[in-house]
């Protein structure tokens, strides 16, 4: 039976990684296929995480997925496929960036950083929405992208993989060799600093919040204006 014909009889979702491997090192790309398509998002917002930037993590996590395939026969099982994967895709992109420009020290941070930042509360449910609300919504994100962005990339990444992709804070320890206290402390720190980039960015747009001109003003003014020259309604 060819190659082939034993990849059409293969069911790979239903497939675990220790099997997807197996199938891998037999020389089976749909099985690495299938690898790609269950971590492509988690790679590449790690990725983007570090490099910012859309075309380079995207090349990134390509790179990292070259390597991982070049040398799967030493992935023991020991973390996750996907953990595994994250470190070889965190190595990729860490040694971009060390060439393209110098890092920043923590200690630079923390100078630089806001100290306080109030919380606000976003919508967070999609749905049923307008499309007005939903318009609403998408500015909403690309904000809050946009102030992710703004992160430092130890505190970026950390804010990446714990809220954005979910990962539990061991996961997130293992995959970036970090302290599972640190990990908690850089992700406290992300969110205060989200939180005031965020607080610094909507504050000057508040006023200008549930407008009430234009042609509501005018529509409610002509109303009470009608109700007035009627009079007083007759109690007869």
């Keep these: 039976m060819t190659r082939t ?19 891998v090192l037999d020389g089976d790309h749909e099985a690495f296929r299938q690898v790609i398509q269950r971590c492509n998002q988690r790679l590449f917002r790690v990725a983007r995480a570090v490099v910012n930037n859309d075309p380079e993590a995207e090349d990134v ?3 990292g997925y070259v390597h991982a395939y070049e040398k799967l026969r030493t992935f023991r099982g020991e973390a996750s496929l ?9 190595n990729e992109a860490h040694g971009r960036l060390r060439k393209r ?6 200690e630079t941070v923390d100078e630089l950083q806001s100290q306080t930042g109030r919380v606000l509360a976003f919508p967070s449910r999609p749905g049923s929405e307008d499309p007005a609300a939903a318009a609403a919504r998408g500015q909403v994100r690309a904000l809050v992208e946009q102030a992710i962005e703004a992160l430092p990339e130890p505190f970026r990444v950390v804010f990446v993989m714990r809220d954005v992709e979910g990962c539990s804070v061991e996961e997130t320890a293992l995959a970036l060799r970090l302290l599972p206290a640190t990990v908690k402390t850089r992700l406290h720190r992300a969110r205060r600093m989200l939180r005031a980039a965020l607080n610094d960015t909507l504050s000057a747009t508040l006023s200008d919040a549930f407008p009430f001109l234009g042609s509501r003003c005018d529509r409610m ?16």
């Excluded at 996907?82 to 965190?90: D, M, P, S």
């Excluded at 420009?101 to 923590?106: A, N, S, Y």
């Design 101 to 106: 420009r110098p890092t920043v020290g923590l």
């Design 61 to 63: 996590v390509q790179e």
């Design 5 to 23: 014909r034993q990849s059409q009889a293969v069911d790979y979702a239903a497939l675990d990684e220790r099997a997807l491997v197996e199938r």
């Design 221 to 236: 003014t002509a109303a009470v204006l009608a109700r007035v020259r009627a009079g007083p309604p007759s109690t007869s």
């Design 82 to 90: 996907l953990t595994w994967l994250t470190r070889i895709v965190l």
